[in-house]
């Protein structure tokens, strides 16, 4: 019979693994930056001597790719209609234009390493499909 010493499911302790990110509602008009999205965007920002003040990363969306859409990635400066997505335990930004921000609602950025390589991804919850180059999609 199971007996209960007043742990949680968890039992306590931890392992060493990110706790998993809480996606927001693909209506919220937000996004999420993982931890280890924004600790690889402020290296990354630092190597390029950029200002984390004024500028982040930018992600758009823009017509284009065999499924219709495709994602942009750059440093940029903040533009005063950028919605703005701040990971505060970083002190980077992640900005997206009021535009995209309707195809990337509710999205988590993310970043891994891999032997089969490394790099940023976009979990998006707005996807109805994707082509097999893994660069566009469709809403």
């Given at each position: 019979m199971p007996?209960d010493h007043?742990?949680?499911?968890g039992?306590?302790?931890d392992?060493?693994t990110?706790?998993?990110?809480?996606?927001?509602?693909r209506?919220?008009?937000?996004?999420?930056v993982?931890?280890?999205?924004?600790?690889?965007?402020?290296?990354?920002?630092?190597?390029?001597k950029?200002?984390?003040?004024?500028?982040g990363?930018?992600?758009?969306?823009?017509?284009g790719?065999?499924?219709?859409?495709?994602?942009?990635?750059?440093?940029?400066?903040k533009?005063?209609?950028?919605?703005?997505?701040t990971?505060?335990?970083?002190g980077?930004?992640?900005?997206?234009?009021?535009?995209?921000?309707?195809?990337?609602?509710?999205?988590?950025?993310?970043?891994a390493?891999?032997?089969?390589g490394?790099?940023?991804?976009?979990?998006?919850?707005?996807?109805k499909?994707?082509c097999g180059?893994?660069?566009?999609?469709?809403?």
């Amino acid at each position: 019979m199971p007996h209960d010493h007043g742990h949680d499911q968890g039992h306590g302790h931890d392992h060493g693994t990110a706790a998993p990110v809480e996606a927001p509602s693909r209506f919220s008009g937000q996004i999420v930056v993982t931890d280890k999205a924004a600790a690889k965007l402020k290296e990354l920002m630092l190597a390029e001597k950029k200002d984390p003040a004024t500028t982040g990363l930018r992600i758009g969306v823009q017509g284009g790719g065999c499924s219709g859409l495709s994602y942009s990635m750059d440093f940029e400066e903040k533009r005063p209609d950028d919605k703005v997505f701040t990971h505060v335990g970083a002190g980077v930004m992640v900005l997206v234009d009021p535009r995209s921000i309707l195809h990337l609602s509710g999205t988590i950025l993310d970043y891994a390493e891999g032997l089969m390589g490394s790099g940023f991804s976009i979990k998006n919850p707005n996807v109805k499909s994707s082509c097999g180059c893994g660069n566009s999609f469709s809403t």
